[in-house]
Nanobody, 112 residues
Framework: VQLVESGGGLVQPGGSLRLSCEASGFTFSTNGMNWVRQAPGKEREAVASISSPIVTAWYAEAVKGRFTISRDNAKNMLYLQLNSLKPEDTAVYFC???????WGQGTQVTVS
């Protein structure tokens, strides 16, 4: 089982990024997925989740209306569109399976 994130980077406040997560080694289409972030000196926090095969999404209040989670089950891919980024969104973003048992290596998002 493997999750590999990509798409992080340095962006100015108000900018956008799209994070991707490639999943392998399990039946992606029947598993809910999560994006979790960890800012320096802070605890990890869930920012968004998406279910499957019936697709429903949940967002943390801090990102609601700015972030959009999506998935492509045919490609085993999970995405997170980050818009209207704020400095407080700076964190390492992790792709995580539904059981929180498998984590990707993380991708750094810096808003400055």
């Amino acid at each position: 089982v493997q999750l590999v994130e990509s798409g992080g980077g340095l962006v100015q406040p108000g900018g956008s990024l799209r994070l991707s997560c490639e999943a392998s080694g399990f039946t992606f289409s029947t598993n809910g997925m999560n994006w979790v972030r960890q800012a320096p000196g802070k605890e990890r926090e869930a920012v968004a989740s998406i279910s499957s095969p019936i697709v429903t999404a949940w967002y943390a209040e801090a990102v609601k209306g700015r972030f959009t989670i999506s998935r492509d089950n045919a490609k085993n891919m999970l995405y997170l569109q980050l818009n209207s980024l704020k400095p407080e969104d700076t964190a390492v973003y992790f792709c995580v399976n539904d059981a929180y048992s498998t984590w990707g290596q993380g991708t750094q998002v810096t808003v400055s």
